[in-house]
């Protein structure tokens, strides 16, 4: 931690008069505010498959209240067998999702050759939890003026973390909101896919002036907790959610944490009723 | 998971059938109920060190409507050169402070051999941590017919966990509340103490019907971390919290984690007015 | 790590001037030397069963060049409704089959009042990983006069682990070998038991005159990466093994981890042949 | 492991029946031979800084009997304010050196955009550990057809890693090589900068026919631990080594992990002499 100024300067508080304090930076995705009065949610599902369902779960998010509309048209997987998202056509699907519900778009790009294609379509670039250390990939997104979502790798510490939005930040960009997606332990995948680790989010906070948002549905890997960890996030000072969403029909068969639309409503009604601004001043003084 | 039935068959909703669905069972200590309507708060200081000491955070704890008091007379600590606890004069101690408030005592045991002695003096026992594996132990405090405080090792597992609570289940005590209180992972001690771990508590509670309490305290190390550690484990289905707290006088001086009587102020209160049930039924069905 | 000379003084070259330079204080077992000239082997069958299983396996540790039998009495399991071993009659067995043969025995205690019990019957007693940091039976194990095997916490720190070794040092009893049996980490479970941490081994050596051996069986769960980690560990430094050995009739229904006879001779020769003794001066001078 | 067959059936022994048993596939890197009949030492700088510099350390590496040199022009670093190696001047240093010695020359490539560039200049293709989930970097380092060092990701499971050395193979090149290089987990840090994974050695040999070779540099972070943790990973079965060297006159001030040619010397020679093929017919048959 004492080695943060001369990896971070331009990202911490402590380098940075202007935000001193708590005061944190409001990174605008269009109508989307990050960092500002209220948490902003973030929902969609995993995988664009195609306009359909696209459009009906962009609807949904939009009906429950949410600020944007997430979805993947380039998907990172562990095997080169597994389905990889639809790529340029997902990309057409989310554009007009979100011109049919106003949603500003979050969507991943991991091909540093892909980002200019990506930013066309996209609201905000989302870097993967694989791809949090590909620093030429951060430093091209950091050129596509556009804000930019960066995902927590699962083996980063907060150094890590605050060292890789530098690489964006260096390009003149410092519209980043930082996203914790759990991380690996022990118990990952024993009662959850990884270990969702909140305590970072005061530590982030009290540290640098970048709104900091979870995903609690691939920290959990499981549908039930969605709701309970969003609810947890939120309490903890989390500027916001990132959630994936099904519709109703594919449920079951598709991944076993997206969840149906009602939960979704009562998370976003929650995020704007209880939200309860953090202290940020001495935390994480020391560990 | 697919053993549990086997190791932990006292404690699994699915061997028994009088807890199927999401009933909890309510473990009672005096006047504190856990697994009832509303989470319980304990609160206290870290080591008992004198009577006046005890007694000013004792009334502090009860005038900020906690439930129970903790404080420790015999003190886990890495070093044998470090601070061990005062003792049988600890339990002489909080036995008054508990009379004098009115608040029931729960207090660690970490020697099989003094079990019967601080079962004399606490109201609820606690197993550490470092102890959750110490088979003789967990007898020994199934035997002596007092609730049970049972804390996650550093490195358990929820199999893990719920077999050591099985121990103390053997012995014919169901009065066991677990409590999740941080685990080490890569990121101990970067920003925080240890990593809290808050989706076992719905894999906990989908699983086995005892209740489930966190410690804000020592899962984060950070006394500005333990207020929104402890709203966060409400939401995420906590049955409970566990806080250390100082007096005015020597915070600072005193562990990094103590918070003052203000702060436990709020959190009883949040405790109070924001719980929300949460929906186990499908919980953890898999991670 | 500069916290080590106040957690264990009694066990440091630093503060231990006899020491200085790559010393190690040699712990003798009857015939048995650890940190002397060669590496030791300790082997045996996991629990106790019967005598003639127990004979039979002292008859192959025997014949294989072993230094010392091991077997567990009294076996710390997850569940109480596991086979928690025979107790003091597995004690009698251990006792005449180290008659028989003449090898002295190493088996765990678990429960400070059976201390007294098992050093009658024991040449070396084990303090398993679950019982790391029970202090109370630190504290009577190293009143027992015995030598004692200290094996690490699954989530042990290096500091922590000294910290458990100086209780027992602290009742006049530097008599103490550490024995790394792998840690808890991601991987556990994957393809192994758990990790085995073989960094540790040079990084205690150059700090501590206390000998450190490795626990191939436990670390890694796999009968057959027992006989590789055996040589790792040794080329890494250890100053012997402690490795589980099966009858040829019961491999398969038994543990994973055991081996057969014939491996362990040829353990038993590589210990004796290669082992390069590590310079230490400069190890681990930070991390 | 049960998804395996699914995530990597090209690189499996199971779905390639040509490598059922133990056969390992050797991959020829001009004059080096990975998983061949004996292992294979690659060292060098930890980055190209000079050509004075590359060369005194690569005849070094060529006098000390090793097969192949290492060193990097682009580096990978936490911080962008971190020196990022010397790009495209670097390349044509190595290439110089690698002509004055007839050592083959293994780099990193970290960018899409590169890949050609450096395919030009290097024998073989590194695929850092903060990359390994980079797919699109994996499938252009396939296309390039030259044979590629996978570094383990410091969080990835066997099943992840084997899923990235799976995209490469699917470009038609199956000259990979695994490189081990450390975990992050909880004692990383305290004593050694990972945790330095052996059991995965067997566990990958059983299951792929890919060499996988062990840094014993990255993986300990101290260079009085690279000489044991090399003896230590052929041992267990690795078919090689990767290792940064240091010339003799910035040693100290260069990094922490660098060894000296003597040391080196030893290391090779250990390589030659004492390696023993394991056998891996039923390792890691399961966990």
Known sequence: MEDLPRIAP?????????????RT??????GACFGGERPTVIAGPCAVESYEQTLTVARAVQKAGADALRGGAY????????FQGIGLEGLHILRAASDETGLPVVTEVMDTRLVEQVAEFADMLQVGSRNM??????????RA??????????????????GSAEYIAQQGNLNIVLC??????????????????????P??????????????????GVASMVEPASRAALEFGSHGLIIEVAEEAERGCDAAQAID???????????????????VHEAAARA
Not at 75 to 82: L, Q, V
Not at 183 to 196: D, T, W
Not at 203 to 220: C, E, G, K, Y
Not at 261 to 279: D, G, S, Y
């Open 75 to 82: 998907k990172p997987r562990t095997s080169p067998h597994d």
């Open 180 to 201: 914790e997606r759990g991380i690996k332990a022990f118990p990952s995948g024993e009662y959850s896919r990884y270990v969702l680790d909140l305590n970072v989010i």
């Open 25 to 30: 930076r409001a990174v605008q995705v269009r």
């Open 203 to 220: 530590a982030l906070r009290s540290l640098s002036f970048l709104p900091v948002i979870v995903d609690p549905s691939h920290s959990t």
């Open 145 to 162: 003026h556009k804000p930019v979502l960066l995902k927590r790798g699962m083996a980063a510490g907060l150094c890590e973390w605050l």
């Open 261 to 279: 639309a009602q939960t979704l409503l009562r998370i976003v009604k929650f995020a704007r009723a209880h939200w309860t601004p953090v202290e």
């Open 133 to 142: 250390q590909n620093y030429p990939l951060l430093a091209e997104v950091g």
């Open 10 to 22: 331009l990202l911490l508080r402590q380098t940075n008069p202007e935000y001193r304090g708590d």
